[in-house]
């Protein structure tokens, strides 16, 4: 059996520096009669390295943003700190349960696409992932015995919403991870804008997840590299997305958390329908939209749903997409066409048939 336990070959913000925090000189530019300063930080949250380049004319607050992505982990999404509200949820054995105004907001969102991707995104479905432990300590091949018994406690119609309070199905529970991160930008996004000093702001968080805000102060477009599905090293890019103004980016890959095992390759993202590692023909999906949860639960569907379905999907919620495949083709929505600039000769653009 050949490992490749949580191996990131994902996104890296081409604007990100590395390293302990610096100052960049601004660029000549000012507002509010004090020049603009930039600060950069890697730091560790959501179990994940964080990048984060912050355009002010105050402090520099990146520690700050890092916390807010810790707090949403602690006290919202964990499903194994005690004190985080899933984790309450999943406690309650079925019982109805009231939740924040906060949460319930983002459970009714995920909810939406979960019904609008017909299950292909479902946040039920953590005892399968955990069965599985694709990229943990105990990755394996589960038996089908075992992975029937964990579907028959998913799926996303075993919960209901009524204002702030939620029911499920006894042995169901909530697994919030698909969307977290895109979560996370949404809170950081709600904090920067409270900041009058912040002008524009760009955060990376593993690579999976990007946030920018604001435009930076030469007016360029942020840009954001998109490595190879099959690259041999980190370094080899397919091509790089513009990201302007505010705006969110999340991918889903085979690539990220995988093993191999007689020839085949055992990926993360998981398929609720069959119990096993999606198989729509596709390698990895880009996302960009208007809001983190969206785009980090939309890449996860689309990856499960493949080129056609996928893209459908993201017409409803004016989503851009691209989609890479197993054979070196990539295939463009309209407005991810420009945006997109290929750099690897060996794949192909193509158009999405519908």
């Not at 309209?334 to 945006?339: F, L, P, S």
């Given at each position: 059996m050949k490992f490749h336990a949580l191996k990131k070959k994902a996104f890296l913000a081409a604007a990100v520096f590395t390293g302990t925090t610096m100052v960049i000189p601004?660029?000549?530019l000012a507002a509010s009669d004090k020049d603009i300063q930039t600060y950069t930080d890697t730091d560790f949250a959501m179990d994940t390295v964080v990048s984060e380049t912050l355009y002010t004319t105050g402090d520099d607050i990146n520690s700050k943003?890092?916390?807010v992505l810790t707090d949403v982990e602690t006290n919202l999404l964990s499903w194994t700190n005690e004190d985080s509200q899933i984790c309450k949820v999943n406690a309650s054995d079925g019982k109805d349960m009231e939740i924040s105004g906060e949460l319930s907001?983002?459970?009714?969102?995920?909810?939406?696409?979960?019904?609008?991707s017909d299950g292909a995104f479902d946040p039920t479905i953590g005892k399968l992932i955990r069965l599985w432990d694709i990229g943990g300590e105990d990755q394996r091949i589960p038996g089908e015995d075992e992975i029937r018994k964990v579907l028959k406690d998913s799926g996303y119609e075993k919960v209901s919403l009524a204002g702030n309070n939620i029911s499920?199905?006894?042995?169901?529970?909530?697994?919030?991870?698909?969307?977290?991160?895109?979560?996370g930008c949404d809170s950081v996004l709600?904090?920067?804008?409270?900041?009058?000093?912040v002008t524009a702001a760009l955060m990376n968080l593993g690579g999976s997840s990007v946030m920018t805000y604001g435009s930076k102060p030469d007016g360029s477009s942020w840009n954001v590299a998109v490595t190879d599905p099959r690259a041999e090293n980190d370094e080899e890019y397919l091509g790089v997305v513009a990201l302007n103004g505010t705006e969110f980016l999340s991918t889903s890959g085979d690539y990220e958390k995988y093993f191999i095992?007689?020839?085949v390759r055992y990926h993360h993202i998981m398929d609720p329908s069959t119990g096993y590692p999606?198989?729509?023909g596709v390698t990895g999906v880009t996302v960009v939209c208007d809001t983190g949860l969206e785009a980090d639960a939309l890449s996860t569907a689309c990856f499960v749903l493949g080129v056609e379905k996928g893209s459908e999907l993201l017409k409803k919620y004016n989503a851009d997409g691209l989609f890479v495949d197993e054979d070196h083709h990539v295939y463009l929505t309209?407005?991810?066409?420009?945006?997109f600039s290929l750099l690897q000769d060996s794949y192909s653009v193509e158009d999405i048939t519908q």
């Open positions: 601004s660029m000549c943003l890092t916390s907001g983002y459970l009714e969102r995920i909810l939406k696409i979960a019904r609008d499920m199905d006894e042995g169901c529970s909530l697994d919030l991870g698909a969307a977290g991160k895109g979560i709600e904090y920067v804008e409270t900041q009058k000093d095992e007689d020839g999606a198989k729509s309209d407005g991810m066409k420009e945006r």
